[in-house]
């Protein structure tokens, strides 16, 4: 997920009503060399998926970068669009200075990182908070299509999605720190009630720490498991 400089502090709501499911799967690069552009992408380490000629005046290729539900597809006669064309396509990384160094030991010329200071817009260096989302690098591929590493930590509210098993791992341990602090206070009770609630929560749209709250207030109001006040 993306977000501007005038996104930073708010969070996605909820629709009234839920749609049906659509992931989305591919985005189509313009290349010039579809031999060249295969061959950079592998290097960088993205697995190959498929490389055939449906037509002998088509040629489709797709690789998935490591980790990714979305792939990248490419090809002779598969597009109008001018090669190099696609730009600012973003590739989300738990550490951005790992991903940077991996990336250039693989042959890809990578900027320095840059961070997105609200008010003042880019700055150079890492965020000095290292928040979430705010921490940036870019590169390109051999045909000019740009792509950005943006660092994301901690998702926004409603962005835990609990069929990930990725993003569900992410959630226990956070879940797990959050009820940390929440046991060190309160009376026995089962972790479980505290989890299912905070959880919920999350999924839910809260951010952590209106879910943190929200957990105890059901502890307090369901479970009668209060934490009392100094």
């Known amino acids: 997920m993306t977000i501007t400089q005038q996104d930073t502090t708010t969070a996605p709501q909820a629709s009234e009503f839920t749609a049906l499911a659509a992931k989305f799967e591919v985005t189509t690069l313009p290349v010039a060399d579809v031999d060249r552009a295969k061959a950079f992408y592998e290097r960088l380490g993205w697995r190959l998926d498929i490389d ?20 990248i597809q490419f090809g002779e006669g598969t597009t109008t669009m001018t090669p190099g064309s696609i730009q600012g396509l ?3 990384v738990d550490d951005i200075e790992a991903a940077r160094a991996d990336l250039i030991s693989r042959g890809a010329d990578v900027s320095d990182i840059w961070h997105i200071e609200p008010g ?3 700055e150079p260096g890492l965020d000095p908070q290292r ?12 045909d000019g299509n740009t792509w ?3 660092e994301i930590t901690e998702r926004l509210p409603g962005r835990v999605e609990m069929h990930d098993s990725g993003a569900l791992a992410q959630l226990l341990f956070e879940t797990a720190k959050r009820h940390g602090a929440f046991e060190a206070v309160a009376p026995p ?4 009630d505290w989890y299912g609630a905070y959880m919920d929560a999350r999924e839910q749209g809260s951010s952590a720490e209106e879910a943190a709250k929200a957990a105890g207030r059901y ?4 479970k009668h498991v209060v934490v009392a006040s100094d």
């Open 189 to 192: 009770h089962d972790w479980w």
């Open 219 to 222: 502890m307090a109001d369901v």
């Open 131 to 142: 928040r979430s989302y705010f921490s940036r690098a870019s590169f390109a591929d051999p």
């Open 90 to 92: 973003f590739l989300v």
């Open 120 to 122: 003042k817009g880019r």
């Open 52 to 71: 055939f000629k449906p037509t002998p005046d088509t040629r489709g290729v797709q690789l998935t970068p490591p980790g990714s539900h979305a792939s």
């Open 148 to 150: 950005v590493l943006q």
